[in-house]
């Protein structure tokens, strides 16, 4: 899978480096989150967006959405050719994610805040249906300063939805500079178990480590679960990682042509490992 998450980095600077507009580094520093979730975690069907039964994966930090696009492009959701249209007018590929434009997508998101409290009502729906399927909700920690956000964190552990997992990408940064400057977070994981959450700390580049944090979710029944994934902004760009500044910038083509040899060079030691 790392070479998959390799894959969906490259994809995402060819299509942010086209369309001038985006966001560059939540995306780099998701991507082997997200190739874990689309490539072994997630029970889904691309090919049957609506399966009654499949894991509804909520994405609250809207604005990350290019790696979330580009791994369900790879997933066989939608031809790749379409990650072209990225950011175009009448794409179904928006700058934020609208559920009514893409199938495969579960909620419509741009508003920080608001993704656990959608996660939440699916999560309590599933179980008053007595349902099997997993409700996950990735979240960026800048929004952790939105005070909706802890009202829905003392609502789901109140209410004991084992079968709800959030993932944090805990990468420090927001768009005006680092989260511990600005707002501070800490001490995150006292506050969540406070409030009754089962909280599990990961590398969330480490792709085996944060698929056994996810198992180790499933065997929860009594709490939710929030997985607090450290990861680095822009990573896999050596250049911009942990760089708050390309939070809402975009590469030229010429970095974006730059960026990818890397990456490529990269690959070929991935692929001896």
């Not at 065997?219 to 939070?247: C, F, N, Q, R």
Request: aromatic content about 8%; overall charge negative.
């Amino acid at each position: 899978m790392a070479l998959e998450a390799n894959t969906l980095r490259q994809l995402v600077l060819k299509m942010l480096a086209r369309a001038g507009s985006g966001h560059t580094a939540g995306p780099l520093g998701m991507a082997d989150i997200f190739a874990a979730f689309y490539f072994h975690i997630l029970m889904h069907k691309p090919e049957t967006p609506l399966w009654e039964d499949r894991d509804r994966l909520i994405l609250s930090n809207g604005h990350i959405v290019p790696i979330r696009y580009v791994a369900m492009a790879r997933a066989g959701y939608f031809p790749l050719e379409e990650l072209e249209t990225y950011r175009m007018l009448g794409s179904r590929l928006q700058g934020h994610p609208e559920r009514t434009r893409l199938l495969g997508l579960e909620t419509t998101s741009g508003p920080l805040g608001e993704g656990l409290s959608q996660a939440i009502g699916i999560a309590l729906g599933g179980r008053i249906d007595a349902k099997d399927f997993r409700t996950y909700c990735l979240m960026s920690d800048g929004e952790h300063q939105c005070g909706s956000t802890w009202e829905a964190i003392m609502f789901t552990g109140k209410e004991k939805l084992s079968n709800l997992t959030a993932v944090i990408d805990r990468n420090t940064i927001q768009i005006s500079g680092h989260t511990e400057d600005i707002m501070p977070l800490e001490p995150l994981r006292d506050k969540y178990e406070a409030f009754g959450w089962n909280v599990l700390l990961t590398d969330g580049h480490n792709i085996e480590q944060f698929c056994e944090s996810i198992e180790q979710a499933k065997l929860e029944k009594e709490k939710p679960t929030v997985i607090i994934a450290s990861t680095i902004s822009g990573k896999g760009v050596e250049s911009i990682e942990g760089d708050y500044m390309w939070h809402g910038k975009v590469p030229t083509p010429e970095e974006a042509r730059t960026w990818i040899a890397a990456l490529e060079k990269a690959r070929a030691h991935i692929a001896t490992i």
